[in-house]
């Protein structure tokens, strides 16, 4: 695009005439790239810089030029990778930047605020809170980061092989691509640059974010609720009284009790959303919404929200319990009744894990978790154990409180009183609240883990092979760290 200096008085117009970063002098790390993180809409875009220069991926030392973050929707952030060339003579920037956004996809909330704290030298408190008001989440509930990064091509010029790639990436793959164009000018001592989306053009763009909107609303629709999938799977029931989580109170609201009406509703049969039916303690009318919906309400009336009453960042899920501590979201995964598992289970090291649990103990979730690799990720260990009848010991695995999961399930169709009797035929004695005793809880089964490799060796497929001080190989390099430093070998 030309770029015309316009003399007012003599009314005479003079083409400026384009030149290039080269000519300039200028480079793509000292000078575009610090544009770029001091102005990103120099970049196409909407987009907050989380960090820059970054090369502190798993296996390997490249080095990504600008990483940023924009809200898709209320409580949902989508990572931007930025590639910036200087000139238009590559031909594999968009591979580049591709192999960057593999490298991120898989970063979480957590993550962003590390290298956004890092990146713009203040604490992570700081950096927590900013990111969550970015991006509408909340403390109870942590903003969820996609697996789609949005590319941010960035030059002076696009060859031929690079737009038709993008362009079928985009039409094929609906892949969030933009090809910026940079052209800079310089007028005496100062210097211009004019920026264009070239790809994909701004009327096409309205277009495919309409379609995309249109998608994921129809996906929604199409997608079975988790609230009905309970009451398919008779883990819940019409008539049940839930309660509202008590660590999601202020320190001065009423104090949480099970007889409290205000943190009380009663699941109630809907040909909608509306099933969860609630009596205001202040003027006695009864209510019925959405569990999001309730969720917020009570989040108004406590005072943790303001503004127009809206379910919009609120999952009620995480905020409706059975009893004030396990809720809706926890009891479906470990009933196994989610779609979809969000961390990957090595169901071979999980049994190996379970087969050694000695008789008459018992471990929990989370431990198990930690001793195959995936810290965290109870809820997606459960719901496979859940799932899966040949899992050994399935009955020795509790929650972390000590109870049997209210979901569980026997392959003979009994409940969580099998459990229970197993248990208890094993000797264990349970408490007079129905949890398990500390006393018989094993002390968490790394020892254990290692027992399993030591028996199986390398007929594990699913345990790695690296040597190891008791001759059997490690867990995962993240596990491996939390394992006991004495070199022991537990057997039963």
Same mark, same amino acid.
């Given at each position: 695009?030309?770029?015309?200096?316009?003399?007012?008085?003599?009314? *005479?117009?003079?083409?400026?005439?384009?030149?290039?970063?080269?000519?300039?002098?200028?480079?793509?790390?000292?000078? *575009?790239?610090?544009?770029?993180?001091?102005?990103?809409?120099?970049?196409?875009?909407?987009?907050?810089?989380?960090?820059?220069?970054?090369?502190?991926?798993?296996?390997?030392?490249?080095?990504?030029?600008?990483?940023?973050?924009?809200?898709?929707?209320?409580?949902?952030?989508?990572?931007?990778?930025?590639?910036?060339?200087?000139?238009?003579?590559?031909?594999?920037?968009?591979?580049?930047?591709?192999?960057?956004?593999?490298?991120?996809?898989?970063?979480?909330?957590?993550?962003?605020?590390?290298?956004?704290?890092?990146?713009?030298?203040?604490?992570?408190?700081?950096?927590?809170?900013?990111?969550?008001?970015?991006?509408?989440?909340?403390?109870?509930?942590?903003?969820?980061?996609?697996?789609?990064?949005?590319?941010?091509?960035?030059?002076?010029?696009?060859?031929?092989?690079?737009?038709?790639?993008?362009?079928?990436?985009?039409?094929?793959?609906?892949?969030?691509?933009?090809?910026?164009?940079?052209?800079?000018?310089?007028?005496?001592?100062?210097?211009?640059?004019?920026?264009?989306?070239?790809?994909?053009?701004?009327?096409?763009?309205?277009?495919?974010?309409?379609?995309?909107?249109?998608?994921?609303?129809?996906?929604?629709?199409?997608?079975?609720?988790?609230?009905?999938?309970?009451?398919?799977?008779?883990?819940?029931?019409?008539?049940?009284?839930?309660?509202?989580?008590?660590?999601?109170?202020?320190?001065?609201?009423?104090?949480?009790?099970?007889?409290?009406?205000?943190?009380?509703?009663?699941?109630?049969?809907?040909?909608?959303?509306?099933?969860?039916?609630?009596?205001?303690?202040?003027?006695?009318?009864?209510?019925?919404?959405?569990?999001?919906?309730?969720?917020?309400?009570?989040?108004?009336?406590?005072?943790?929200?303001?503004?127009?009453?809206?379910?919009?960042?609120?999952?009620?899920?995480?905020?409706?319990?059975?009893?004030?501590?396990?809720? *809706?979201?926890?009891?479906?995964?470990?009933?196994?009744?989610?779609?979809?598992?969000?961390?990957?289970?090595?169901?071979?090291?999980?049994?190996?894990?379970?087969?050694?649990?000695?008789?008459?103990?018992?471990?929990?979730?989370?431990?198990?978790?930690?001793?195959?690799?995936?810290?965290?990720?109870?809820?997606?260990?459960?719901?496979?154990?859940?799932?899966?009848?040949?899992?050994?010991?399935?009955?020795?695995?509790?929650?972390?409180?000590?109870?049997?999961?209210?979901?569980?399930?026997?392959?003979?169709? #009994?409940?969580?009183?099998?459990?229970?009797?197993?248990?208890?035929?094993?000797?264990?004695?349970?408490?007079?609240?129905?949890?398990?005793?500390?006393?018989?809880?094993?002390?968490?089964?790394?020892?254990?883990?290692?027992?399993?490799?030591?028996?199986? #060796?390398?007929?594990?497929?699913?345990?790695?092979?690296?040597?190891?001080?008791?001759?059997?190989?490690?867990?995962?390099?993240?596990?491996?760290?939390? *394992?006991?430093?004495?070199?022991?070998?537990?057997?039963?």
């Amino acid at each position: 695009m030309p770029l015309f200096e316009i003399d007012k008085d003599a009314k *005479l117009v003079a083409e400026i005439r384009p030149t290039t970063f080269r000519e300039l002098g200028l480079w793509e790390r000292q000078d *575009l790239e610090a544009w770029v993180t001091s102005a990103p809409d120099l970049a196409g875009g909407d987009f907050t810089v989380v960090t820059s220069e970054f090369d502190r991926f798993d296996r390997t030392s490249e080095r990504l030029d600008v990483l940023g973050i924009v809200r898709t929707e209320p409580g949902r952030g989508r990572l931007v990778v930025a590639e910036l060339k200087r000139d238009g003579t590559s031909t594999t920037v968009d591979l580049q930047a591709i192999k960057y956004a593999a490298y991120v996809a898989a970063i979480q909330f957590s993550d962003v605020v590390d290298m956004y704290g890092r990146h713009h030298e203040m604490p992570t408190e700081q950096a927590h809170a900013e990111l969550l008001e970015l991006l509408d989440g909340s403390e109870d509930e942590p903003p969820i980061i996609d697996n789609t990064p949005r590319i941010v091509l960035v030059a002076a010029d696009f060859r031929a092989e690079v737009t038709t790639t993008v362009l079928w990436l985009i039409d094929n793959f609906q892949m969030d691509i933009l090809c910026v164009r940079l052209q800079p000018f310089s007028v005496g001592d100062r210097t211009l640059v004019h920026s264009e989306v070239i790809i994909p053009l701004p009327e096409a763009e309205q277009y495919r974010l309409g379609v995309q909107r249109k998608r994921r609303e129809v996906e929604r629709e199409r997608a079975p609720r988790l609230l009905p999938r309970l009451l398919e799977a008779e883990v819940l029931e019409n008539g049940r009284v839930l309660y509202f989580r008590q660590d999601a109170l202020p320190t001065d609201a009423p104090s949480w009790s099970l007889k409290e009406p205000l943190y009380q509703s009663t699941l109630v049969a809907s040909e909608g959303n509306r099933n969860l039916e609630w009596t205001d303690p202040e003027t006695g009318e009864t209510l019925q919404d959405s569990p999001s919906l309730l969720a917020a309400r009570l989040l108004h009336r406590l005072g943790l929200r303001t503004g127009e009453l809206s379910s919009a960042g609120i999952n009620g899920m995480h905020y409706w319990t059975i009893d004030g501590e396990i809720s *809706l979201r926890d009891l479906a995964a470990e009933a196994g009744v989610l779609e979809r598992s969000a961390r990957h289970i090595d169901r071979d090291a999980l049994r190996a894990v379970c087969e050694v649990i000695p008789a008459g103990q018992w471990t929990t979730y989370g431990d198990v978790a930690q001793a195959i690799g995936v810290p965290g990720a109870a809820q997606s260990v459960a719901g496979v154990i859940a799932n899966d009848p040949s899992m050994p010991n399935a009955h020795r695995v509790l929650r972390s409180t000590g109870h049997v999961s209210p979901g569980w399930s026997a392959t003979d169709g #009994g409940g969580p009183e099998v459990a229970h009797q197993r248990l208890e035929d094993e000797g264990l004695k349970f408490e007079a609240t129905g949890a398990a005793p500390p006393s018989a809880a094993s002390s968490r089964p790394f020892n254990r883990l290692r027992a399993a490799y030591c028996r199986q #060796g390398a007929s594990s497929p699913g345990l790695d092979r690296t040597a190891h001080a008791c001759s059997a190989p490690p867990l995962r390099s993240r596990t491996a760290q939390l *394992l006991p430093a004495e070199p022991e070998c537990w057997l039963p």
